[in-house]
C-alpha cells in the first residue's frame, strides 16, 4: 500500500527510471505475486530475490524492499498487525478504516482528492509474516505481504514488504495510474525508512524547525 | 532569531528568521552561546558541495545552554552543553557499534536518496550541512533544534569557558579521530597535510598518542608557526619539493602514516591540480585531490593513508595504482564525535590538549557574513573564527 501521491522527488524533479518501471507495469498488469515470482524464478540462474533482476520479463508489477529493524519479530509484526497504524509511517495513506471483514485504505491523490482501496487479510502468522490482497470491486486490483525474519547474531528482524498491484482501465484508472507514476518503489522505501526509525528511535526524523513545517502537517493543509 | 543563512556561492547573510520549536519526543532546544566557522563551511560557501538551498542555517559547530526539552530528552533547562555535529539517534546497527556518523535514522527518510544515489548507501544527518546530510538548520543561530539530544549533547562543566570546550563539537574529535585512523605507533613519522584547524588538532593528537615525529604541510607562514609550535616539524610546499623531503626527514624509508587534512578543495599548481580546479569551475565535480594524491606516493609501502579531509564526490587520476602496489591502509570518515567526546573532554580538563591557540577572531553573529569572507581570503591569518551571538558589534575579543 505505497501508492505515492505525495511525491517526495516533485521539487528535485526526478521521476524518470521509475516512472518508466510503474508504466511498464500498468502495461502488464493484472500479476498475482506468487505466479510473478515462480516465473521469474523459472529463468533466473542465481540466489538474488526476484525483484532485483534486471530486465525483468513482462515488466516490474512487484514493489519490494528489507530492512533490518534492531527488534522483535513479534513488536514489528505487532505494530503491522495493527493496520490503523500504518498511516504513521505511509505518508501518502490518510487514513485506514478498520471494519469487520475489510479495511478500507484512503490514499491521498493528486488534487487534493483521496482514492479508496479495500482490502482483506489473508494471512497472519504472529511473528512471521501478513499478507493482504484488495476485495472484488476494489479500484485497484493489489496483493500484498511484509515478512518478519530472524537477522543474524543481535541484529534484529529481516522485514521485507513485496507487493503487485494493477489499477483499472478508465477515468479513474488514470487517476491511478498518476498516483503509480510517482515512484512506488521509492515510496516503499520510504514508508519502510519511516517504520524502521519509529521501531528504532520512537519518533520519525524530520529536519523541519517548526512543527507546521513538518511534511507531515504540510499534507494535512495541502 | 537571527541566523546565518545562504543565499549562492559566496553570498551568506545573517536573516531574521523563525525560531525553532520542540517538535519529536527526544529533541531539545539550545540557547546558542558560541558557534564556529569550519573550514568545510566554506566549500558550502565556495558553492562545491551540491543540494545547499537559498535560505538554508548554515553551521555545525556549536554549544550553548538548554532552554526547552522534548518528553524524552534527558538534558534538563539551563544545562551547558556542545553539541556534536553528527545527528545520531544511539539505537541503530551503526550507532550501537559507536559508529556515529553512519546513523541510520537520522537523515529523513525523503531526503536520503541523493546521497545513495552519490554513495551506494544514504548519509546520516549532519547539522546546516546540505540537504544531502538531511538539511538540518545550523548553529549559526540564536536558537537550534537538537534531535536526538539523549544521545549526542555533552553536558560541560561551568569552570570550561566556551573557547575551551566549543571544538569538542566537530573539529578536535574530527583531528583526534584522522591521528587514530592513521594507526599511530611509538616510532612513526607521520605527515599532515594542511594546518587548519583540523590538521592542527591532527598533529597534536598524533603527538599525544605518542609519535616520534610529525611533519606538517601548508602555504601559509602562520600556520605553519601554529604547527611548529605544537611541535611539529613544517614543509612550506611553495618552496620545498614535499615528497623528496619527506623521504630525507624519514630516513629514506617514507613517513609511516600520512593525514589528508585538506580535502577537496586542495591548492598547489600540479597539472592535475589544475584541471581539477578547472572542472570543478565549470561544474563537473571532481574533488580536487592533490594533496591525498601525494600523501599516498609519500607514504611508505606498507603505511597507512586517514582521510579526514572532507571529499564530496569523484576525482581523476587516482593512484590506486601506488594504493595496491605499495599495501596501504586507506581509512576515512565523517567524524564519529559521540565515541570520543566523553575521553576528549576529559583531555581539554587536564590540561592534556590545548584547544584555544587557534582561534584568531571572535566575531557578533551580526557580522558572520565577513566571518566567512576573511576566513576564505585571509587563510594566513583567519585562522579559526568563532562567532558569538550577543556579543556587541565592534568588539573583538
Redesign the interface.
Known sequence: MTINTQSSDRKSGRTGATAAIASAALAVGGIAIGAAIARRRAASTDDAPERSRKNLPGGNALVGRTVTIGRSREKLHGFWEKIENLPEVMENVERIERNAETDIWHIRAPGGTTVQVETRITENVPGERIAWESVEGSSIDTRGEVTFRDAPGDRGTRVTLVMSYDPPAGALGRTVAKLFRREPEVQARHDLKRFKMLMETGEIATSAHRRDRTRAAQQETE | MKALTWHGTHDVRVDTV?D??I????DAIIKVTSTAICGSDLHLYDGVIPAVRPGDILGHEFMGEVMETGK?STLTKGQRVVVPFTIS?G???HC?MQQYSCC???????????SATLYGHPMS?LFGYSHLT????GGQAEYV?V??SDVGPIVVPDHLDDDRVLFLSDILPTGWMGAENADIQPDDTVAVWGCGPVGLFAIQSALVMGASKVIAIDHYPNRLALARQLGAEVIDFRGTDVREALMEMSGGIGVDAVIDAVGMEAHGFAPDNVIDIAKQKIGMGADRAAALKQAILAVRPGGRVSIPGVYGGMTDKFPLGAMMEKALQVRGGQTHVQRYTKDLLEKIEDGTLDTTFLISHRLPLEDAARGYKCFREEQDSWTKVVLKPGMELGQTK
Do not use: L, T, V
Request: charged share 30%; net charge negative.
Open positions: 523563525d525553532p520549536e517538535i519529536n519526543p527526544r524524552d539517534c539505537g541503530c546497527f550501537k541510520d535514522n537520522s537523515n529523513p527518510a525523503e531526503k536520503q536518496d541523493m544527518a538531511g538539511g538540518y538548520s533544534r534531535p536526538f
